[in-house]
């Protein structure tokens, strides 16, 4: 079992920016791919920034060129570093993660933080 937590959330003004940490504990050698998600009121959860445990990446369209995932596998910690952030960003960031073991396969949730961006 995999649990994710979150930080790194807050409230900043536009252009400012964030990072946002993952920090998962437990089995995590099982964890594969990781992604942060995102969601507004209303609004279906999307993907932002994903990234392989070969550390391909994949990002949004809305956010390619100013978000950036990374991993850091010895510290089991995800990070998504976002600058030039614009108030169509503010939502809750989820911590998404694969869990692989053998022939077994789940999805893994962390409760999520706030990003809020101010005009």
């Known amino acids: 079992q995999v649990q994710l937590v979150e930080s790194g959330g807050g409230l900043v003004q536009a252009g400012g920016s964030l990072r946002l940490s993952c920090a998962a504990s437990?089995?995590?050698?099982?964890?594969?791919?990781m992604g942060w998600y995102r969601q507004t009121p209303g609004k279906q959860r999307e993907l932002v920034a994903s990234i392989t445990s070969g550390g391909s990446t994949n990002y949004a369209d809305s956010v390619k060129g100013r978000f950036a995932i990374s991993r850091d596998s010895a510290k089991n910690t995800v990070t998504l570093q976002m600058n030039s952030l614009k108030p169509e960003d503010t939502a809750v960031y989820y911590c998404h993660g694969t869990y692989q073991y053998q022939w077994l396969s789940s999805d893994h949730w962390g409760q999520g933080t706030q990003v809020t961006v101010s005009s």
């Open positions: 437990g089995h995590t050698v099982y964890l594969k791919d």
